[in-house]
Each structure stands twice: as C-alpha cells, then as structure tokens.
C-alpha cells in the first residue's frame, strides 16, 4: 500500500492528536468537510471537539491559537491555501514570533500552509510564502519535499516550544508517494544530500527537489554529475552542508519556486559568496519563478516557474563556466 504525501500529514496529526492531548486543529470546514485538500478527513470524527471549524478570518485564527499557546495549548492552524495566510499577518509576525522574546511565554504553535502552484490555479492560490516568514525571528520555516519528511517535520514540530510556518507543497499531494511512513528522521534545521555529485551543486526545496533531481539524472547521461541538496527547512538554513557541497563541486545552482526578489536563493547565494567565495570556480547562480504574479492559463503557469527543462538549461551553462 502506497502513502500520499497528502496522507503522511494526515496520518502525522492523528498520532499528534492521539499522543498529546494539548493538540487542536482549528481552520476553514476542516471538521466535517475534512479541508479543502482532506488533509483532516476523518480525524473530528476521530477526535471528537479537537478539529473544529474556525471563521473565515484568518486574522482570528492565529489570534485564537496564540492566545491557547500562551494557555498551554499545541495548535495546528490549517490555512486553506498559504496566500491567505496574509490575512493574519499581524497575528504571526507581531505575536506568535515575539511572543517568547517579549514574555518568555513560549508559542508552541503550527501554521500549516498549503504552498506553491498547480495548474490553473492563478495567483491567489499559488503563491511561495516561505521567504517573507523567514525573514522574521522566532519563525521557524519548514519546508519538507518528502513524504516521509512531511511526516517527520510535522511531528517534530509539533513538540517544539517555537511557532512553525509548516509550508507543505499542493503539487506533492497526490503526485509524491511512498511505501510506508518513517521510523527514524533527520532533525529539523539539517539538510539533505538527495543525490551526491562532483562537478556541480544544486541547491533545491519543496517541489524543486524533484525538478533538480530529473535534471541530475538528465546530466548524468551527458557525463555530468550533480549533487543535489534539499535544504528542508529555510529556517534554520543548514549552510554548513551546503558549504561543504560547494567545496566538492566548486559550482552553484541554487532553485526555487517563489518570486526572485529577496528570496531563499539569493539568502542561499549570499552567504556562500560572503563565506566560502574560495570555494567557487564559477559565479553561483539562481532559477526562480518569472517576477510575475502566478498566471492562471496552465501553458503560462508551465512557463512561470522552474521546471526540469529550464533547471538543466541553467545548469549547462554553468558547467560551460
């Protein structure tokens, strides 16, 4: 039997709710209607009064999971798509992230945002939102490329005393499947090298992973071989591992799916040309989605973001460095 990526979240907040009582979902027809991806279905009737159905504001949904934080609650807020988690950008950026620095009262709570684009989706249900929460402390941003890494991240997260921005990809619902569900992890904060190589580094998260790991096996038939390095999280960004792929490759690709401007890429870029610039052979460089908002017509969203084709395109030039 196979496992979703869409079924390892669910799984993973049953054991939640079933292990830790202080554990609620609260979100938009999450109850009964199980979410508008069904990533709750089943668990109100499994988990009676503990996946409840909140407002359409999602301004007082974190406003009400922080208040139950401070109470001793580990809420799980589910957004129905991460755009509108901009709604209750007050409540997590001035609250759930200072809470600690200004009380010393943690804010153990999750905000669960589904991420990036599907065809047809246009720009109000596609957008990128991992680099604005990164770029405020005491957010830790998530974002798992794996189903057992969904899974995993997801429970570990449940049991840290930070709020988490848990940026969990659309497309990787139903398109990404595994065996079974993992009995060991690697720990928040750690990347991963998805694919070891020698003569280039592509640095990758979310749904890129894959897009970068088509490309990998692509180059491989041309001579080529690619480390590919999924980040995890963008919050801590694990630069040591990808400062020590660097300097076995000497090149750099960094891939994301959200807008250019300011983020995770040029973070990644940065810090490896301010601490390792001799590590380099060539100029790093980065792919991200076109400085647009998200097109709807599928052919225009096919062409907005990175894929497998432009990703190897970007990486033959640079092997030509």
Known sequence: MSITYLDAIREAQARALAEDPRV??????????????????GLAQRFPGRVMDSPISEDAMVGLAVGAAIEGMRPIIEMQ???????????????????????????????????GGTSGSGPFHSQSMEAIYAHYPGLLVL????????????????ALDDPVIFCEHKYLYYHLKADRLPTEAMPIGKARIARAGRDMTLVAYSAMVHEALAVAEELASEGSEVEVVDLRSVKPLDTDTVMASVARTGRLLCVGEA??????TAEVIARV??????LLDAPPQRLNAKDTPVPYHP????????????IA???RRLLRL
């Not at 992230?97 to 010393?104: I, P």
């Not at 807008?259 to 995770?264: C, H, M, S």
């Open 24 to 41: 609620f979902i609260y979100g938009q027809d999450i109850g009964g209607f199980g979410g508008a991806f069904k990533a709750t279905k």
């Open 81 to 115: 798509f991460a755009d509108f988690s901009t709604a209750g950008f007050n409540q997590i950026v001035n609250q759930a992230a200072t809470l600690h620095w200004r009380s010393k009262v943690p804010c153990p709570i999750i905000i669960r945002l589904p991420s």
């Open 143 to 158: 974002t798992p490329a794996t189903v057992e890494d969904v899974y995993s991240m997801l429970l570990e997260a449940v």
């Open 259 to 264: 807008f250019p401007w300011g983020g995770v």
């Open 273 to 278: 040309a301010s601490e390792g610039f001799g």
């Open 299 to 310: 052919n225009l969203w096919a062409a907005h973001r990175p894929t497998a084709h432009t």
């Open 313 to 315: 395109a970007a990486a």
